[in-house]
C-alpha cells in the first residue's frame, strides 16, 4: 500500500517501556489502532499505528494512562495472551466482539488514538485543515444579513408579564 | 497572624472580582483570598498544536480529572451531572463560554407566577442597572431588540453567526419560532484594551486571544489599580467567629501548606455554590455547630445545576465546524412557562457550532456514526465540518435533596474535606428534558439534517453551581437575607451562585455578577449601620 508521505508533525522515537508503557501494552495499542483507523491510499493518509503517530500517542498519554493499561491488558488477556499474536482477521473478530459486548471500555481507546492521529501534519492537510495551532492567526467566520431576523422582530415582544 | 483588612473576600472569580472592584470606591482595605494562581493566556491551549487533547488535560472542565494544584476534590459520584469548574484568578469565566443572557423578569417571581419553589426577595428592575454595568465592564457583544426581553442596550455588535447560524435561524423562522444573536461576553471589536474575537473557537479553554472577558483580564485588572490586594494560593478552609456571633476572619493555608489567619471586619464569600457551602459547613464550631450561618439547616442544600440536554445533526453542506466562538445565537421560544407541556417553567436553547478533528472522530465513534476499520475514513469526512445542533439550559427547581455535604473521607492536599454532591433530576426537569430534545430534533430535520444524535442529561455539564446558600427574608428558610448579608452572621456576605433562589433557564454568570455588584452596592449604601 502506498500513499503520499509527508514530514510527520514529530518524526519517530524509539519506544522504550520507559515512555509511560510496557512494550507489550504498546504492541496492543498498535495493534488496536491499526484496526480502528487503517491507512488509506484513497485518502492518502497513513493508519494509526503507522510509527509517528504511535511514538506520538505513547508520549502523551497523560491523565488516561492508568485507565488505557488496564484495557490493553484486559484486551491481551481476551485474546489469550497478546493480541498482536493473532492473526489479523482474528484480531478484528476478537475487536469487533468486544466492542459489541463493551463498547464504553474501549472509549479510552477512541479517545488516545484520536487525540493523536488527528493532529498529525498529514491526516489534517488531508481533510483541509492547516498544521497549525488556532492562536493567533484564528479564522474567518461571516457575518450575515440581520434582516433575517425580521420575522422574529415583526412578532413582537414575548417577555412575560411578571 | 496577617495584618487585620476592612473586607476579606474568598474566591477570586466571576463574582469576587466584580465585588472587589465595586467596594474599591470606599477605600477601605480589600483583600482577596485565591487558591489558584492567575492564568497565563500565552499557554492556553489554542496556542499548541495539541490544542484538543490540553482541553481534556490541564484545560479540562473537570476538577477531579484536571487535578492541578489549585483544584479540590469533589465526589460527585452520587450525581448524573459531574461537576464541571475551574480554580484560579478569573475561576469559572476562564472555562465558560462567555454565553451572557440575562435572566428574565419572571424568573424572580416563579411562586407567584407558576406556583414551584419561591419568589425572590428582589426582582429583576432591582438588578437591571447591576446587569448593563456589568455588561460595560466585561465587554458583551449584543444585538439590541431582542422581543424576549424588556429593552436593554448593546455595549457592541453581536459575534458573527456564520454558515451555521444563517441555516438555523432560517429553520426557526420557518418554524416560527424565537431566535436572536446572543448576548456574548466576548468582543465583536476593540474594547478596554481588549482584541476582538478572532474566531479561535477556544472559549471554553481559555481565550489567548483575550476577548472573551474573564474577570482576570476585566474586573481584576481596574481592582488591582484601585488597590485592592489579590493573594493567589491562598486556600481558606474555615471562617472564625468570636463570642458576638461576627465573623473575625479566615484560616487559609498558603503556598507553603502553612494554616494562617486572616483577620477582617468583613467577609464576603464568593466561591461558587459548591465552595461556599463546603467553607460554611466546614466552619461548624461550638457556637454554629451546623455550619456556620446555617440556622435554617438549608447550606448546601438545593443545589441546582442547569440540567443540559444535547441535539446534534449532520448536513450535506460545509459549515462553520470549529472555526468561530462557541455561542452565537439562542432561542427563548420555550422559556416560559405553557400548561400544556405538562412541566413548570421552561429552557432555553443555545446553538452550537461542530467540533475539531479530535473530537468528531471522538463522537462519532461513540454516537455510532463513524465506524472502526476501512469505512472510518469516509465517515468521518461526512461529519467534519458538516455538524451543528443545540444544547438545552433547562431552570433546574430546587430540591433539598439535591445538595452538598462534607465527605467524611475525601480531603483535598490541604486535609480541608472535600465535597459531596447529592443530585438526582427531578420529574419536572426531566420532562423538560424530554420536551427540549423532541423541540430540537424538529428544529434540527426543519434544517435538513440528518444523523441526528441526543444525550439527556449532559454528564459533564455541571457547570452552573446555584442554590445552596438562597437569598430570602426569612431566616428560618435562607441563608443570606435581600441584600446578601448572612442573616446568623452579621458582617458575613455571600455574593456567589448559592445564593439564588431559583435556577432560572440561562446560564448564570451575567446574573452572578449582577448580584455581587448590588450586595456591594448594598454594602456601600449601608457602611454607617451594616452590622446592625
Known sequence: MTFSIETPMTEPQPISPSDQLTLAEVDCLRCIAGHMIPASARHGVPGADDPGIIADMVRSLDRDRAELQRVLRMIDEFAGGRLSALAPAEQRDLLARHRKDGAATLAVIEAVVSRAYYRDDRVLKSIGMEPRPPFP??????????????PVRQRGSIVREA | MNEPVDVLIIGGGASGAAVAWSLADTRMRILCLEQGGWPNSAQYPSTGRDWESRQVEDYAISPNRRASAADYPINDNNSPIKI???NGVGGGTVLYAGHFPRMHPSDFRVRTLDGVADDWPIDYATLEPFYAANDRMMGVASLAGDPAYPAKDSVMPPLPLGSTGELMGKAMNELGWHWWPSDSAITSRDYEGRAPCINLGHCGHGCAQGAKASTDITYWQEALRNRVELRTGCRVSRIETNDDRMATGAWYFDRDGQEVFQPAEIVVMACNGIGTPRILLNSASERFPDGLAN???????????????????????????YRGSRVFMWSMEFYETDPARGYKRGYCYQFTRGFGPVMTSVSGMADGLIPWGEGHHDAFRKLFDH?????????????EINRVTLDPVLKDGNGIAAPK???????NTQKM?????ARGTEILLKAGASDIVTRSPLSYAGWHLLGTAKMGKDPKTSVVNEWGRAHDVKNLFIVDGS????SGGVNPTSTIQAIALYVADQIKARLHDLFD
Do not use: W
Not at chain 1, 137 to 149: F, N, S
Open chain 2, 387 to 399: 455538524q451543528a445542533g443545540m444544547v438545552s439550559i433547562c431552570e433546574d427547581l430546587p430540591e
Open chain 2, 421 to 427: 454532591i447529592t443530585y438526582r433530576v427531578g420529574e
Open chain 2, 433 to 437: 428534558l424530554d420536551h427540549s430534545v
Open chain 2, 295 to 321: 440556622s435554617s439547616g438549608q447550606v448546601g442544600c438545593n443545589l441546582m445545576f442547569h440540567p443540559y440536554a444535547l441535539v446534534r445533526g449532520r448536513f450535506d453542506k460545509p459549515l462553520d465546524g
Open chain 2, 84 to 86: 464541571a469548574n475551574f
Open chain 2, 499 to 502: 445564593v439564588f433562589v431559583t
Open chain 1, 137 to 150: 492567526a484564528g479564522y474567518p467566520v461571516e457575518q450575515i444579513d440581520l434582516t433575517l431576523l425580521d
